[in-house]
Each structure stands twice: as C-alpha cells, then as structure tokens.
C-alpha cells in the first residue's frame, strides 16, 4: 500500500527533508480559511506554504461540520500554475499512508521522477496537503522507545500472542499520551472531509485529484462521499477496501511473491544483479534460513537501524525495495540484490528496520507512526486468540511459501492488535449514490506490483462502473513515477481530459 517503503534501512540519495512540528494555531471562525505563510526551512523553494484548521472530529454522512469543538492544523503546499491567471487546483497524495504530500509537491521541481509534466503544470495549480497525523500537520507521536522493541509479529503459541497483544496496547497508549485525540480521528473519511474543507476554502469548483497507492482510497472515497464534485481523477497503485481480512491478506502476499518470483528472473539473467550466476533465490533461502536461526548482524547500523535482523525483518523489508525496480530515488531491485548478497557474506545492514526516532514523524519515505496509527483505523485486525493468526497465516503460506505471509497487511493485522483506537473505517464495498453525476475516474496498476495486486483494480473497477482501467505490463508499484508512455498517459488524461481505452496495456 506504501508509495515509499517505512521499515527497511534506506536513505533517499536526494534533498528530501526531515519535518519539525508547526506549533502556531489559530482559532476556526465561520468556513475554515487557508492562512498562507512563510515556508518552513525544510520545504524546497518554489512553492506557496499554508495552514488551515479543520475539526479534529468531524460529524457523519457528508457533513464536513465538527463533533465538538477542537481543531487541528494542516499544512500544505501549493505548486502555482505556470500559465497566467487563476487556475483550478489539482490535489495530489502520494499514499502511504503517512507520506508527507507537502514537501514532495516542492521536491518534484527538482526531481523529475516526482514532478509533473508541462501540460499538467499549465493546466492546474498542484495542492499538497500533508494528512492529518502526517508530516506538519499535527504529527502523530509515539514513543520511539517503546516502537523500537523487538516483538515477534509471527506468533507461535499463546505466550507470544499475549506478549504482542501488550506491546501493541502499550505503543498505541503512548502515541495517545503523545499525540492526544487526533489519534482516534486518522481514518481516510476524516482525511477526505479534511481535503473537501481545504477544496471550498481555495474555492476550487470540482476535486482534481491524483492519488498514488493508499492515495488511491483516500479518491475512492471521495467520489462515494461527494461524487458531484469530482473533476478529473487518476488513481495510480490501486488498493481495495472490500476484501475479508483473510482474502486481503492472500491477494497481497501472493503478489508480493510473484513480483520476487520475478525478481529472481531478473537476477539470474542480468549481469546488474550482485546475484547474477549464483541462484539468486536458493541463495535468498539460505539467508532466510540462517536468520530463522539465529539473527544475522548489521554492523552498519550505529544506532540508526536494529542491530540484528531476523528473518522476519527480510521478509518484511524486502516488499518495501521490490516496489521500484530502477527508480534512482527509493530502494530498488538493484540495492536488494547487493543487500541479499551482504547479508549471505554475514552482513544484513541494508535489510534491517530502520529505528523510529521523534523526528520520523516527518521523514519523507513517511512515519513509521502515522503509518501504523492511521492503518489500524482503517483496516480491520479482529485476530483474539494466537490460533486465528496462526490460521490466516497457514492458509496464506500456500500461496507465498517463502514469504509466509509477511506483508503490509499483515503487518496491520498483528500489530493493531490490542491497539486503543477503534477501527473506525473498515474494510467494505464502496456505496456509490451518485454514479452517474460522477465523471470518468482513471484506474492504474501494474501487472508485477509487490503490494497492490491487479485482483484489487479489478475489484475497485466493478465499484466504480464509469471507471477507465489501465495496465502498465511491468514492474514494481505505481506507475508515475518512472516517466514512461504509462505516466504520459495519465498526465495527458489530468491535463486535458482524454482517457486512454478502457482496458489498454503499456509496457514503460
């Protein structure tokens, strides 16, 4: 579901920036309004920064009105158009969740692979706004301490079970001490609320609207919320909200093991890889199993990563590098090849779990807490006892042998458990009132992604009949950010309003 990957030990080779809290807050009077002020250091130049307080809770149905009367502060950036004269804005959220939409919205005037092409920079204004919890808008906080313990997320009896249930109680009670109420309030229909709020005060007339991986949600529901106000609206990196927690489970972790099942073609047929000639999955199974073992040592870490790295720590970081192949700009396949081959010399620096640290909360690759605190609002995690994890796992291990499950989702589904906020937003199908009021709305995926499966654009495209569904026939997840014919298309469709044929399939 992460655009960025949250738990392996990666740095980002370009200026991407750490996030300090905004502690200015000014009191909502009448219709929420956008205060627009000086940048933060940590934002690149070129863009426009601003504040807008919303309700921390807001009321049901459609009512973007309050329950109760505390605010909270979002921040965002605005990209202005390179024509003349006003122009309407187009939202953009790269997912997560817990990615900072804010400061990428700047970096991507530097970084191509982050930006927007020429015509979508004429047609629109780009709006980031960073996500409640998120980035600088009132960040959720956790105690790093507590985060940072080792707890085995496989649990093998009803003694481990009982352990994980504990220090997920205990981490969520911290980031409540921490954090206060806005850790109850995170799941996707406050933060759709939050993006219509910020729409009417930049009196924009329709929601233009880009959302990448759990983006891909925060647009599903917006369209089921307010579908007369939908304008142009991408998806890239689809993720569904209908599924079983089992069936969920399943679709991730198989395609997860098909992309590294791909990824090992890869290896042994191109001299790039560290593995090339050596089997580079019985050489990946031998790590597993030394690390099942006993851990395997990162002594690169210097207290910036755990020191060990067990092979449930590979399993789950692996995901977060096969999710771009060559992108210059995150993790790829080309760094998980030579990490495997560390890690098989002694060595597994570059697979372990980043340490989470007070100023994660604004990391660009996204917080490891928001990341954590928001998915377990929206994503169900009803395991009471250790056998019906234990369950899910024996049925999904069938369909992903050497990962065993180890997945975004499942990681949710173990370690919400005993979590203190409610699942507020669980998984169900979407109840579009409206369809025929609400315009086109384009649906991207990829045939390799490790964490989006196409089983689930599959499913959203049922959920919304006037969709355009296409594939890209390649690797990794999301699409725009490889400059390819596949973003060309999608940007063609934001500026100007031509969709592709239903059912097209590109390769780049």
């Known amino acids: 579901m992460g655009t960025f990957g949250l738990r392996s030990n990666s740095i980002l080779p370009i200026c991407l920036t750490i996030y300090s809290v905004i502690v200015a807050i000014t009191e909502a009077s009448g219709t929420p309004q956008v205060k627009w002020i000086s940048c933060p250091k940590d934002i690149p130049p070129g863009v426009e920064c601003g504040t807008i307080n919303v309700p921390l809770k807001y009321k049901g149905g459609t009512s973007t009105a309050g329950d109760g009367s505390q605010t909270i502060e979002l921040f965002l950036t605005r990209l202005k158009s390179t024509s003349t004269g006003h122009r309407q804005p187009l939202f953009f959220n790269p997912g997560g969740p817990g990615v900072p939409a804010a400061a990428l919205i700047a970096d991507g005037i530097y970084v191509p692979n982050l930006g927007f092409s020429a015509n979508v920079r004429e047609a629109f204004d780009i709006v980031g706004v960073d996500p409640r919890g998120v980035g600088h808008s009132s960040p959720v906080l956790c105690d790093a301490d507590i985060f940072n313990q080792r707890v085995p997320t496989f649990v093998k009896n009803d003694q481990d079970f009982r352990k994980l249930v504990y220090h997920n109680r205990r981490l969520g009670e911290s ?32 929601f233009n609207y880009f959302g990448l991986s759990y983006g891909s949600l925060l647009g599903q529901q917006y369209i089921e919320l307010y579908p007369k106000k939908v304008g142009r609206m991408a998806l890239d990196g689809i993720v569904a909200h209908s599924q079983s927690e089992t069936d969920t489970l399943i679709t991730e972790a198989s395609t997860y093991e098909r992309t590294l099942d791909k990824f090992f073609e890869w290896c042994d047929s191109n001299s790039t890889c560290a593995l090339h000639g050596r089997n580079s999955k019985k050489i990946f199974d031998e790590v597993l199993a030394t690390a099942d073992k006993k851990a395997i040592p990162a002594p690169g870490c210097a207290g910036s990563c755990q020191p060990n ?22 993790p790829n396949w080309i760094d998980l090849a030579g990490a495997i081959a560390q890690a098989h010399a002694g060595n597994a620096t570059i697979l372990s779990t980043a340490l989470a640290t007070n100023e994660s909360q604004g990391a660009v690759e996204g917080s490891p807490y928001a990341y954590l605190a928001i998915g377990c609002q929206d994503w169900r995690h009803g395991a009471s006892i250790a056998r019906q994890l234990e369950g899910r796992l024996s049925i999904t291990k069938r369909f992903a042998p050497q990962t065993k499950g180890a997945s975004q989702t499942y990681y949710y589904q173990s370690t919400c458990i005993g979590w203190p906020a409610k699942t507020t937003n669980g998984q169900r199908k979407l109840h579009i009132q409206s369809t025929s009021r609400a315009p086109p709305v384009l649906l991207v995926h990829s045939t390799y992604d490790p964490s989006c499966s196409p089983v689930w654009a599959e499913l959203v495209a049922k959920q919304l009949p006037t969709s355009v569904s296409i594939t890209r026939d390649g ?21 100007t309003g031509k969709l592709p044929r239903n059912g097209a399939v590109y390769k780049t």
């Open 309 to 330: 790295v067990t092979g449930e720590d590979i399993r789950y970081n692996a995901q977060d590098f096969l999710e771009f192949y060559d992108l210059p700009v995150a």
């Open 475 to 495: 690797y990794g997840h999301t699409s725009h950010f490889l400059l390819g014919e596949t973003r060309s298309v999608i940007d063609l469709y934001l500026a």
């Open 175 to 206: 980031c409540r001490r921490l954090s206060g109420p806005i850790v109850d309030n995170l799941d996707v229909i406050h933060t759709v609320k939050d993006h219509e709020v910020v729409r009417q005060a930049l009196g924009a007339t329709h």
